[in-house]
């Protein structure tokens, strides 16, 4: 193999890997966006913005949440949910979904006409 496909074969796996990376960050970010919308980061007192990892009190809290992450994931894993409560999850989810959205409508409403 020339040292021209080779460059060309690596660049393409360096590529691959930069877009997986992205994927999984925007993953990451939406799955953070999820909790902040479940109101859970509110129930554990945790503040966007605080450093989860560097704050001493913000990587309590995170541990805390963690842990009910985990707690939760057992419990519905050793229940396995029925095809009901898996309906009953999506129409909430729906319906915070669109209460989220209208909030922010209402907010950007009341911002442009305060301007």
Same mark, same amino acid.
């Given at each position: 193999?020339?040292? +021209? /496909? =080779? *460059?060309?074969? &690596? %660049? +393409? /796996? =360096? *590529?691959?890997? &930069? %877009?997986?990376?992205?994927?999984?960050?925007?993953?990451?970010?939406?799955?953070?966006?999820?909790?902040?919308?479940?109101?859970?980061?509110?129930?554990?007192?945790?503040?966007?913005?605080?450093?989860?990892?560097?704050?001493?009190?913000?990587?309590?809290?995170?541990?805390?949440?963690?842990?009910?992450?985990?707690?939760?994931?057992?419990?519905?894993?050793?229940?396995?949910?029925?095809?009901?409560?898996?309906?009953?999850?999506?129409?909430?989810?729906?319906?915070?979904?669109?209460?989220?959205?209208?909030?922010?409508?209402?907010?950007?409403?009341?911002?442009?006409?305060?301007?």
């Amino acid at each position: 193999m020339t040292k +021209k /496909k =080779i *460059s060309f074969y &690596t %660049s +393409k /796996k =360096i *590529s691959a890997s &930069t %877009s997986q990376r992205k994927a999984e960050t925007r993953t990451k970010i939406q799955l953070g966006g999820l909790l902040l919308k479940s109101g859970l980061a509110e129930v554990f007192s945790i503040t966007p913005g605080v450093d989860l990892q560097l704050d001493e009190e913000g990587r309590e809290k995170a541990t805390i949440l963690l842990g009910a992450l985990i707690d939760m994931r057992q419990n519905i894993v050793l229940t396995h949910p029925k095809t009901s409560q898996k309906v009953e999850w999506a129409i909430l989810g729906k319906s915070t979904f669109i209460t989220h959205f209208l909030n922010m409508k209402q907010k950007e409403k009341e911002r442009i006409s305060e301007l």
